[in-house]
């Protein structure tokens, strides 16, 4: 038998792979086991003892110890955020913001959603550079444990270069080339080298003031002038001309913005953008000849100036000096180290296909106060008089998971009498709607229709929720009570603002039959998309289609079903149960058109059709009505 000779290690292993075990200090005392009974004392009280506590405990490097474990708990669960990036970094690491981190805001308010991107963006610069600075404490003064301190001070790509290198290669019989970045003798020097991490493309913004109706204009690049440019000139237009000079070519630029309607350069400032052979490099401006009318002015600036990928870095003083702190925490205390700067070592690499695997859908809402109210004016207080404005969300909300409710313009129930596609008279012609007090089976039966009243009217509009939306009372991060995540309770005290309020026990109770089909219709006053409806049924045994106008003209109709999401809520039959210990249950209805789409529509009706087959079992043989309340509808971003 041969024998089989065991593995040997040639290779040093990189001990970036190896992430160091999730445990807290350890004990002074565990380290005594290295010092020999025989020698040491090990007494509680001995010099021995005393000394490694003081020097390993938890005023010493257990300190350090502790508060690094318990940041990176917090890091890597991603629950670090705001003031508390400060709290776990700022104190016991003094690891600091960087000036583009720093913010005044009132973080623990309400704030538009350009306000709380601004905030988690500085955040995540931060977090990251909070990591590479981990990564470096983990890593020691080896020369990656520099290059992350440095580039977590810095906030950019660096690389170390060690300054022996070149004073060894600089006497050696074999010479390499190596360049010299450093600026002294010492084998003892390291440098810090800036790179340009990705080259960039020239980006010129052309504005045009006032509101020219007439004239021309040229645009020129490199003595090379354009044809004739007009006022009504579309960015298409724009573009091929710019195309069309030799000094440019095919290709080689697009023009964007052009404001809302996104056609002419009067409507909202052009934005020329250089690519493919003219890419990544920097540009001369654009220049002009303006005879437009109207006294219009014109201007060129540029809004992105190009980079090569081995351009130099410019870096700010103040940068810099971050750095440099990062640097002596970790640094070899006989180390020279020193900032030198150098071209890009990279190169943009042109994409060929964009492809997303999932998509992302954000609701902003927009809110303008009421003239008849007067509006109070704080920093908590935002909605104002007769002004549009994005309302400010709370901290961590989910406003990809959205519900927008809709209003209603009317509402109107009848039978299937009126037909499948009832014009607006005849609907209104054979109403369908219950008065007074119900069949004595059916409130044996169901005990929330025992109601002692023989004129109330259980007419279509009841059917309704008070309110479109859910009204819901929060607290914001500072312990003040808000509205929907949304509104200071302080606007509920406002005049001209209506009292909340909740009417007990309205519902619409259609009329009373053995058979037939009952239909509910609600007029939006407008087309809206629409795929989410709930509300509260009383368990009978009938059918439920959920239906839409695909005409949106208001006189004639065209009533189609909706298509029920595949692994989503629809309910598409109820059962008289004995069992359910309320008469009332809530039931949600989630669909899309035929395409899964949310349906955009005018009206969109609910249709009830009594099963005459479970009139058999006995429990249904008399005249009972289909009864709804609080119902909703809307649009669940989720679903779209």
Known sequence: MTDIPLPTFTDSVDQRFFISPFGGPSNPTFYLDRFPDEVYNK???????????????????????????????????????????????????????????????????????????????????????????????????????????????????????????????????????????????????????????????????????????????????????????????????????????????????????????????????????????????????????????????????????????????????????????????????????????????????????????????????????????????????????????????AKGDLQHHYVSYLDRNGVRAYTEVAGENPTVDTANQYPSYHVGRFDPTDTSLHPSLNINDDLYQYTPDRSFADYAEPLTTTTDANGNPVINGIYPISYTKLGGIPAIKYNDEQFWASKERLSGTEYLEIDLGRSAPVNYVICELIHKPFDIDIEYDGLGVGVKRSFRSVSPLSNRSFTSSLFYDPSLGSSWNVYQFEFGDANGDPVVTRYIRLKFTRRTSDIDTGAYSFPWSINVRNLRLGRNVVLS
């Open 43 to 393: 007494a509680p009280d001995s010099h021995l003892v005393r000394y490694m506590y003081s020097l390993l405990g938890p005023s010493g490097v257990g300190w350090l110890h502790k508060n690094t474990l318990e940041a990176k708990l917090r890091l890597y669960a991603m629950g670090l955020e705001l003031f508390d990036m400060e709290k776990f970094y700022g104190d016991p690491m003094r690891f600091g913001r960087i000036l583009e981190e720093r913010f005044n805001d009132n973080v623990a308010g309400l704030l538009t959603r350009e306000e709380w991107d601004t905030l988690k963006a500085k955040d995540e610069s931060y977090r990251n550079r909070a990591i590479l600075f981990l990564n470096a404490v983990r890593l020691g003064t080896t020369p990656e444990g520099m290059r992350y301190a440095a580039r977590s001070g810095l906030n950019h790509n660096v690389e170390i270069v060690e300054n022996y290198k070149w004073l060894f290669d600089s006497n050696s019989d074999e010479y390499k080339g190596f360049p010299r970045f450093g600026t002294t003798t010492s084998t003892n020097e390291f440098t810090v080298v800036p790179r340009q991490e990705v080259a960039r493309s020239e980006s010129q913004k052309l504005t045009v003031t006032g509101s020219p109706t007439s004239g021309q204009y040229t645009l020129s690049f490199r003595q090379k002038r354009t044809v004739p440019l007009f006022a009504t000139s579309t960015l298409v237009d724009i573009q091929q001309a710019l195309e069309a000079l030799t000094t440019i070519g095919r290709g080689n630029v697009v023009v964007t913005g052009g404001g809302s309607n996104g056609t002419t350069i009067t409507s909202s400032p052009v934005y020329i953008t250089f690519r493919h052979e003219l890419a990544n490099q920097d540009l001369p401006l654009i220049e002009f000849d303006n005879q437009l009318g109207q006294s219009a002015t014109m201007s060129i600036e540029a809004v992105r100036e190009g980079e090569a990928a081995d351009d130099v870095v410019s870096l700010d003083v103040r940068n810099l000096h971050n750095m440099q702190k990062a640097l002596d925490y970790l640094r070899p205390v006989n180390s020279v180290p020193t900032t030198s700067l150098g071209a890009g070592n990279r190169n943009r690499q042109n994409w060929a296909k964009v492809q997303a695997s999932s998509t992302y859908t954000e609701v902003i809402r927009y809110i303008s106060g009421q003239p008849n109210v007067t509006w109070p004016s704080s920093s908590t207080e935002w909605i104002e008089k007769g002004v549009e404005k994005p309302a400010p969300r």
